[in-house]
C-alpha cells in the first residue's frame, strides 16, 4: 500500500553555515563596529546579542537573508521576547524542528475533512499517511500543503 512521511526538519549544517555567515557580515558592516554583537547557536537555540533592540532587529534581517539563500523556510523559527538591559539587548529565536502533536492532530483532521481515502496517523514528530492510490496520496500532498499549518512541510519515504 503506498505510503509517505510528512515531516518538518531543517538541514542543521546549512543552518550553522548561515549563523557563520551572518556573524562575518556583522563583523564587517560599519554600523556594527565597536560593537559586541553576536549570534550565538545552541543545537536548536539561537541567541542574539546587541546592544539595543534596533540592531537586534537587523541581525535578525541578515538571518533570514543569509537562510533564505541557503534554502531555509524561515517558518521554522520562532522569535522570541527581545529582553533589554542598560548595556545589552538580547532575544531567543528557537528553531523548530519536527511536529508537535497538537499541529499533527490538526493536519489528520484536515486530512480526515477532505474525506478522501487516506489514513493518516501520528507516529513521534512525523505524520505517515496511506492511501491505496498513488493520486490520493498526491492530492493530500496538495491539501496540506495549501492548509498554511505555519511550519515548513517535506513529504518524505514515499513507498509504492
Known sequence: MPS?????????HELTNAV?????????RFDFKGVD??????TNVLTLEARVEFQLKQMIDMLVLKLTKRGIDVEALE????QETLNKATQV???RRGIESNLA?????????SKMKVQ???????LRVTGKKRDDLQKVMDLLREAKVGLPLQFVNFRD
Open 4 to 12: 509517505f512521511d510528512v515531516v518538518s526538519e531543517i538541514d542543521m
Open 20 to 28: 557563520d555567515q551572518t556573524n562575518r557580515e556583522i563583523g564587517n
Open 37 to 42: 554583537a553576536k549570534v550565538k547557536q545552541e
Open 79 to 82: 522569535e522570541g521576547k527581545v
Open 93 to 95: 529565536v528557537t528553531v
Open 105 to 113: 492532530r490538526k493536519m489528520v483532521k484536515t486530512i480526515k475533512d
Open 120 to 126: 493518516a496517523a501520528i507516529q513521534g514528530d512525523k
